[in-house]
């Protein structure tokens, strides 16, 4: 299997993306420490994944806080001897985060917080634990806001994705031969709790189906698919990318007729 033996974190694991790549992972073989804020979800997808024959153990913690952070890397660690792989995922994506001229400072600095400070956490006590074991792989999600700017802005989110892409790039090259890979992880819209507020409304839906060439959002496991493939060391030889995962979103200048 990919990922036997492997042991790993995920965080944003009671969303979306988060819960299929938990799902992924222990399907291929890995054992897995499945981290988010909520415990309900967290209860859910873990005894799921067991349920599956899989390994995963929950973690409620929040990813702003540090000391909450460095225990779940560190629950990984002690359990299993070892960190392999850190998925960087849970971020929000707050309503009210719009233009510059729209989005108050608290909702900036909480997205910030979340999306931003969240992943530098996961990052320090990932390196910190992989530098101990000899390498490993940190998978950091950003998005293809990162990449691409939009006229239906969220200045905040978009910000904070930009940085966890550029931190993503200085981890990679800093820690290259110390046998840690980090790559930021750039989907398009996904089909998730995250988005279905926002799509709710037909048009906005429409707005941003006509961006994407495939004409559909994609759905959670095949995002996760991809984090399989950056968890695993199929993918040996890819650090420091921008990987992006968007149905061509970045790739078009005029998408075909619906
Ligand atoms: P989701 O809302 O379904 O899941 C996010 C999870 O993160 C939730 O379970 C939530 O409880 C958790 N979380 C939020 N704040 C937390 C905190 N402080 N500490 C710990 N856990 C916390 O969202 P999703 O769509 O699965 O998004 C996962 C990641 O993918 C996010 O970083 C998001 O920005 C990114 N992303 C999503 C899309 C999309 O279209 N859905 C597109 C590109 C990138």
């Not at 990919?2 to 299929?20: D, F, M, N």
């Not at 850190?86 to 909480?110: C, Q, R, Y």
């Not at 890979?181 to 709710?200: K, M, Q, S």
Request: net charge negative.
């Amino acid at each position: 299997m990919q990922l036997e033996g492997k042991t790993c974190v995920v965080t944003g694991a009671a969303g979306g993306i988060g819960r299929e790549t938990v799902l992924e992972f222990c399907a291929r073989g890995a054992r897995v420490v499945a981290a988010d804020l909520r415990p309900d979800g967290l209860e859910e997808v873990v005894a799921l994944a067991v349920e599956k024959g899989g390994t995963a153990i929950a973690s409620q913690m929040d990813v702003t806080v540090a000391a909450q952070v460095k225990n779940t890397i560190d629950l990984c660690e002690q359990t299993w001897g070892r960190v392999d792989v850190v998925f960087n995922n849970a971020g929000i994506f707050p309503g009210d985060d719009g233009s510059v001229l729209e989005t108050s400072e608290e909702t900036w600095a909480h997205v910030m917080d979340v999306n931003l400070k969240g992943v530098f956490l996961g990052c320090r006590y990932a390196v910190a634990a992989m530098l101990r074991c000899g390498g490993g792989s940190i998978i950091n999600t950003a998005s293809f806001v990162a990449l691409m700017g939009a006229a239906t802005s969220q200045s905040a989110y978009t910000a904070s994705k930009g940085g966890v892409l550029s931190l993503t790039r200085e981890i990679a090259v800093e820690y290259a031969r110390k046998g840690i890979r980090a790559n930021a992880l750039c989907p398009g819209p996904v089909n998730t709790p995250l988005l279905a507020e926002l799509l709710r409304d037909p048009e906005a839906r429409q707005r941003r189906l006509v961006h994407i060439p495939v004409g559909r959002l994609a759905e959670a496991g095949e995002i996760a698919r991809a984090v399989v493939f950056l968890a695993s060391d199929d993918s040996s030889y890819v650090t420091g990318t921008e990987f992006t995962v968007d149905g061509g979103i970045t790739a078009a200048y005029v998408t075909p007729e619906s």
